[in-house]
Structure formats: C-alpha cells, structure tokens
C-alpha cells in the first residue's frame, strides 16, 4: 500500500508556487561565457532574478603546502555586491573580515570544483574563481558553483591552448540546485520566497551523471521523514542533468 505521506510529497502534487512554475521546473536560466575581457574563463549565470558573475583567473604557483608535489589548486572566492539584495550591505572588505557564511559558501565552491579535476594534471599552478553576486533572489551558492564550472573550463581551455598541459585535468561535470518541501510538496529551485518559508531545504553539489559530491540539508520546523529526502534529491537529479545541458551548450559559444 502505498505510503500517503509520501504520496502527498510526489512533484506532482498541486501547488501554486510563487513563481507560478512546476515543482521539477527550473528558474529560467541563462550561461553567458566570455563575458570579462581580462578574466581567462568567465560566466555570467543568471537563475530567474538570481545573477552571480564567475571569473577564473590562472596563477602560477600554489599554497605552501602543495610546494613541490607537482600538484595544483582549485579554490573560490565568493562575495554578494552591496546592492544585491533589498537594502544596501556594507562590503565585507570595509568591515576587515569575511562573515562565516562567505567562508562556508566559497570553501564550498572550491570543494565541489576539485572533485572533478586531476590535481596532478594541472600541474603546480592555481585557478581561482571568484564569484560576485549582483542580484540575489536565493540559490546564489549553487548559482555560482554551476557558473563557476563553465569558468574553469574555458581558463584550462586557455591553459591547454598556451600549451602549458595537453590534456583538460577536468574529470567530469558539476553543477549545483536548491530543493526543498514548501507548503509540504518537495521543489524544485527555489526561489527566496520560497526559501525562506521551506520547511526543509537542501543544497545538492551532484555530477552530470547523479553521483554525490556534497549535500547540505536542513529541517527548519520539525525532523522530516526519510521519503522526503528522497524526493528532494529526485527532483535534484533532474535539475542537475537539465543544467548539465546547459553548461555543455554554453561551453560550445565563443566569442
């Protein structure tokens, strides 16, 4: 017999969303590449009202921990734009510290790309991606972490047109979404409305192909059942090959 809790979580089931779109429907999305002139990889992502501009940029050299292993580094620098949300935020560098959610997000952003790179491919150089949000409407951690994945491919397609590395140390795809139960039906994307009154959110780093890199999930009211969780990451699956699509089409644009 079927379990009507978990019925009544299906993506099929009724619910007006805010955004008026589908429980599996992604905000509309668009990946612009190329979009700094200085910047060897660069994306501009844009989910629904949520912008965050990616730019990877390569040094030479690494940490000192990684001095002489022949190996190289991947890391991520996250920031949200004063104007990027309703009211104006100071800047971060004019207060002298990074708050703990800036450093959660960009360590998060650096872990979820070197799952799929070859540190030892790429040789003892760096890449860093710095993410700027200038519109922030939620999903601004997995907005990055899927725009920053097209930056960093087109900075080691720079590398490897240098002649620098012969071979992309790329192992794989990655890309990130938000899902969460609100008005008790799992979603798809959400949006801050959404967001901020989920009963549970998650954060899902996936590959193309639906293997885990790292989740962050959260009950906000009471415990949730096990049968909720596994909608979530359904819809997660869905949304993750969607915009797998959608960072294979933009890396096949050039300027």
Not at 60 to 83: C, D, H, I, Q
């Amino acid at each position: 017999m079927t379990n009507p809790k978990a019925q009544s979580l299906m993506p099929n089931a009724s619910l007006n969303r805010p955004s008026g779109r589908k429980p599996d429907e992604l905000r509309l999305l668009k990946l612009t590449p190329n979009v700094s002139r200085h910047a060897e990889g660069s994306c501009l992502i844009e989910c629904g009202s949520t912008k965050v501009l990616c730019t990877a940029s390569l040094e030479s050299g690494v940490p000192p921990f990684l001095r002489n292993t022949g190996k190289g580094w991947v890391t991520a620098e996250y920031g949200m734009l004063p104007r990027s949300t309703h009211s104006r935020m100071p800047r971060e560098a004019a207060k002298g510290k990074q708050s703990g959610r800036t450093q959660e997000i960009q360590r998060l952003i650096g872990r979820s790309l070197r799952a799929v790179v070859d540190l030892a491919a790429l040789g003892e150089r760096q890449i860093t991606v710095d993410c700027d949000v200038i519109e922030a409407d939620g999903g601004t951690r997995t907005a990055a972490i899927t725009g920053s994945y097209v930056a960093l491919q087109l900075a080691v397609g720079a590398l490897m047109k240098s002649g620098a590395i012969k071979t992309s140390p790329i192992t794989g795809h990655v890309a990130a979404v938000s899902c969460g139960v609100y008005n008790g039906v799992p979603v798809l994307d959400l949006d801050y409305d959404e967001d901020s009154k989920a009963s549970m959110d998650a954060n899902f780093i996936l590959t193309e192909d639906g293997k885990i890199i790292e989740i962050q999930c959260t009950a906000e009211e009471k415990p949730v059942e096990e049968t909720d969780f596994h909608a979530l990451l359904a819809l997660a699956k869905k949304g993750i090959a969607e915009l797998a699509a959608a960072q294979i089409k933009a890396l096949g644009v050039r300027d």
